[in-house]
């Protein structure tokens, strides 16, 4: 079992320069659980849940440059594909499986949402709505594919290949037949609103979407 950290002496990150949905899937993380951080980029997550919720964590991630990056602070990462290589971790092998803003580079998302919920307890999902209000108005304004602060890219240089909205991922996990523990949006100032009984205006004002799922 690994040790316990006192709070005294556990080291605090600052917020600054992370991102904003990081205290958000925090909250969904019981503190001490077995945690797997998919697309874990250069570790910023899977640190900022080591340090604030003392977690055994370990992350997988594509790129060497992220891999790289990760083990040099430490991480627990290795590089894999998260379309392929989930199948290779047993049955319940952590508590939560996280997937974090990269729902969308996936190529089968649906797959992988299998995979997290066959090897984790839980899985927590976040990810770009592409229904959010300003997307909409940059594309009817410009009639050109969205420029915003949460799909920064233009479309010939982005990974990201399965944009959605949250009514289509509501619609995803009603067809899996997932239950949704918490549902939240989330605006660009890093606001966290619960989805409730208004799906449709949740669909308009959230520039994220942030899922908190397990199997019935």
């Given at each position: 079992?690994k040790p316990a950290?006192?709070?005294?002496?556990?080291?605090?990150?600052?917020?600054?320069?992370?991102?904003?949905?990081?205290?958000?899937?925090?909250?969904?993380?019981?503190?001490?659980?077995?945690?797997?951080?998919?697309?874990?980029?250069?570790?910023?997550?899977?640190?900022?849940?080591?340090?604030?919720?003392?977690?055994?964590?370990?992350?997988?991630?594509?790129?060497?440059?992220?891999?790289?990056?990760?083990?040099?602070?430490?991480?627990?990462?290795?590089?894999?594909?998260?379309?392929?290589?989930?199948?290779?971790?047993?049955?319940?092998?952590?508590?939560?499986?996280?997937?974090?803003?990269?729902?969308?580079?996936?190529?089968?998302?649906?797959?992988?949402?299998?995979?997290?919920?066959?090897?984790?307890?839980?899985?927590?999902?976040?990810?770009?709505?592409?229904?959010?209000?300003?997307?909409?108005?940059d594309l009817l304004?410009?009639?050109?594919?969205?420029?915003?602060?949460?799909?920064?890219?233009?479309?010939?240089?982005?990974?990201?290949?399965?944009?959605?909205?949250?009514?289509?991922?509501?619609?995803?996990?009603?067809?899996?037949?997932?239950?949704?523990?918490?549902a939240l949006t989330?605006?660009?100032?890093?606001?966290?609103?619960?989805?409730?009984?208004?799906?449709?205006?949740?669909?308009?004002?959230?520039?994220?979407?942030?899922?908190?799922?397990?199997?019935?």
């Amino acid at each position: 079992m690994k040790p316990a950290v006192s709070p005294q002496l556990r080291p605090k990150l600052k917020l600054g320069g992370l991102r904003h949905d990081f205290p958000i899937i925090a909250a969904m993380v019981p503190p001490g659980t077995r945690v797997l951080d998919i697309g874990c980029g250069d570790g910023d997550l899977l640190q900022f849940l080591q340090l604030e919720r003392d977690v055994d964590g370990r992350g997988m991630e594509l790129s060497q440059t992220g891999v790289n990056a990760s083990v040099a602070r430490g991480l627990a990462v290795v590089q894999g594909n998260a379309d392929t290589d989930l199948v290779d971790y047993p049955d319940g092998a952590f508590d939560v499986v996280i997937l974090s803003q990269s729902l969308q580079v996936l190529y089968k998302p649906r797959g992988v949402l299998e995979q997290m919920l066959r090897i984790g307890q839980q899985a927590i999902v976040s990810f770009p709505n592409f229904a959010y209000w300003r997307v909409r108005w940059d594309l009817l304004r410009r009639v050109r594919m969205p420029i915003t602060s949460g799909l920064s890219e233009p479309w010939y240089d982005t990974a990201n290949i399965h944009l959605c909205t949250i009514l289509d991922f509501l619609a995803l996990c009603d067809e899996m037949n997932l239950h949704i523990d918490q549902a939240l949006t989330l605006s660009r100032r890093g606001t966290a609103k619960p989805i409730g009984n208004a799906p449709g205006w949740a669909n308009l004002v959230g520039e994220q979407g942030v899922f908190l799922l397990r199997r019935r």
